[in-house]
């Protein structure tokens, strides 16, 4: 992908559901991408920068700096910005409270002092709440976002539905909820069509200890 102008981006992709999108959008509403290592994510994120505009994207820099550089500057290239996750949450709550979209991977193992455990395949896993927290502090829209590969060898840019999610007021047990509702999209995901799951480290590496 990397040097091709948009148009050639978009030629290879087909774009559902992005119109709601838009619409919330355009009433001033930020919203959150909650997605997952499925299909080409990275396509995706790129080509949303052409199809809703540009979007933040929070992610962990890379080991390498030249390959984090080169990474960055083609996730950027169509006006995205990228939100390393050690200071992410303030840039990512301003995006948000400005009406801009946000986008955060959420299907990767965390230690548990960064997260909490719900359920992914019947399984404890130890997920994220940062899409929760920023949905629960700004209550924006929450539009999940996914790419998979379909046999004609085209991409699927899938925009939402949109999460329709109502809090209880009790913030812990709110995050909670709303991180294992996300998690089961994905479960749900990865259960129609498992092969678009890309993920090769442990997911459930951590678990939870004895006095957890």
Not at 107 to 134: L, S
Not at 155 to 161: C, K
Not at 170 to 181: G, M, N, P, S
Request: glycine residues 12%; aromatic residues 8%.
């Amino acid at each position: 992908m990397e040097g091709r102008r948009g148009e050639e981006l978009l030629a290879l992709a087909d774009v559902e559901g992005i119109e709601e999108g838009r619409a919330l959008l355009a009433q001033g509403r930020g919203v959150l991408c909650p997605t997952g290592h499925f299909g080409n994510w990275e396509f995706q994120g790129v080509a949303s920068g052409l199809v809703a505009g540009p979007i933040s994207v929070i992610a962990r820099p890379l080991d390498n700096p030249e390959l984090d550089r080169r990474l960055v500057d083609f996730r950027t290239s169509t006006g995205n910005a990228v939100l390393y996750k050690r200071n992410s949450l303030a840039r990512a709550l301003g995006t948000i409270r400005e009406g801009g979209v946000v986008a955060v991977l959420i299907d990767q193992n965390v230690q548990e002092r960064d997260g909490i455990f719900v359920r992914f395949f019947g399984r404890p896993a130890c997920t994220t709440t940062v899409a929760a927290a920023i949905a629960l502090k700004t209550g924006c829209a929450i539009v999940p976002v996914r790419c998979p590969l379909g046999s004609d060898g085209r991409y699927r840019m899938i925009y939402g539905p949109p999460v329709v999610w109502d809090g209880t007021g009790r913030r812990d047990e709110d995050i909670a909820a709303l991180t294992q509702h996300l998690t089961s999209i994905i479960e749900g995901w990865v259960r129609e069509e498992p092969e678009q799951w890309l993920w090769l480290h442990r997911r459930w590496k951590t678990q939870p200890s004895a006095d957890s």
